[in-house]
């Protein structure tokens, strides 16, 4: 149950972390070319500001790239400025705040609030109400720079995320594009279902313009995504190994009944019970005999894993596993379905062993002692 609880919800966690802060699919220029900034996409789209065609999308929001350097007295750094507008979804974002809060974007003005990762501020010996110049380049004019105001500080502990985005409005990439107020960079697109990003992102893909083209999140990290699957194989070989040893001992517990039993087994066949009816009585009560072990161990699974979700006791290194706690998911089904099939595969595996009973006739049984 731990095993399981922690193992999906890992996986979870890291999609959920992906997806949140880049969006769960990206809809971008089907012309863009591999530059980290963004191309210009008119933002008068069908499915903006609502993907009504596919009710899985719960949020569409608009956002754009321009890359540039921050430059202090002490250090420089290369960030992605990534601009965003009235229609983000800062209550999503809420969950990587460290200190401060979100820019106040709106409508009627440019705002100079952006929000750093807490790395790029600790390497530049920046903090929340600190102020900053960044230069942005230019392809036909000298760089230009703007000075902007960090309204707070962020940490995902996804190096793709930490080592390179700052969040700020959208108008500024418009400014330096010179695109007008309805020119965007791409659309981030937010589905109900984390575990349902690429069905959704395939039905997407049909029903937006061919000159458009769209990315879910587990490809545009497909590293990442790859690494993610290792769980599901750490799970698969962990349950293998616990429920072997659960089938061997109570395989050796059948054993160890019919051998003691051996005597009352010669009476039952002599009244005329048939061996089915015998051999289902051992198996029977070999899993009787499981149901207290099960019980208590889904005592102790579950308090483990409320500790661990509640006070997150077990710390995990970022860098390596992008989440600082272990992560726990709940889910009622899966842990009643673990311990049926518990229950199902011993009293399957149980048959075999229980076959002695055939082998044994009353009259030996009897005088067994």
């Not at 992605?80 to 009627?108: A, C, I, M, Q």
Request: hydrophobic fraction near 45%.
């Amino acid at each position: 149950m731990v095993t399981l609880s922690t193992g999906v919800g890992a996986r979870k966690a890291i999609k959920e972390k992906l997806a949140d802060f880049n969006g769960h699919i990206t809809v971008r220029n089907y012309n863009s070319n591999t530059s980290i900034n963004s191309d210009s996409l008119s933002l008068n789209q069908k499915f903006y500001p609502k993907f009504k065609e596919i009710p899985e999308i719960v949020h569409v929001q608009a956002i754009a790239n321009k890359s540039g350097v921050i430059r202090t007295k002490e250090n420089f750094s290369g960030v992605v400025f990534k601009g965003v507008g009235t229609d983000y979804d800062s209550v999503r974002f809420e969950k990587f705040l460290v200190k401060g809060h979100f820019p106040s974007v709106n409508k009627d003005s440019i705002v100079d609030e952006v929000l750093l990762s807490q790395k790029i501020a600790n390497e530049m010996k920046l903090d929340v109400d600190s102020s900053f110049v960044m230069y942005f380049i230019q392809d036909d004019s000298k760089p230009i720079y703007r000075r902007f105001n960090i309204s707070g500080i962020f940490k995902t502990d996804i190096k793709n995320f930490d080592d390179q985005i700052m969040l700020g409005d959208i108008k500024h990439v418009q400014r330096l594009n010179k695109w007008d107020d309805k020119t965007v960079g791409s659309f981030e697109l937010f589905v109900n279902d984390v575990e349902k990003i690429d069905p959704i992102n395939e039905k997407v893909q049909t029903l937006i313009p061919y000159n458009l083209y769209a990315e879910s999140a587990t490809a545009s990290f497909a590293q990442i995504n790859d690494w993610i699957k290792v769980f599901d194989k750490n799970i698969v070989i962990i349950l293998f190994i616990m429920l072997f040893v659960v089938i061997i001992n109570m395989v050796m517990v059948l054993l160890i009944l019919i051998l003691e039993r051996t005597h009352s087994i010669g009476i039952l066949k002599a009244f005329g019970a048939t061996n089915w009816r015998i051999r289902k009585l051992f198996i029977n009560y070999a899993l009787f005999i499981m149901l207290p072990g099960l019980i208590v161990g889904n005592v102790i699974g579950l308090g483990i894993l409320f500790i661990q979700k509640y006070f997150e006791i077990i710390k995990l290194p970022a860098e390596n596993y992008y989440l600082s706690t272990a992560p726990v998911y709940f889910d009622v089904t899966s842990i009643i379905l673990l311990n049926v099939g518990a229950l199902l595969v011993c009293a399957i595996v149980l048959l075999l062993p229980s076959y002695m009973i055939s082998k044994i006739t009353p009259a030996k049984a009897i005088n067994f002692r």
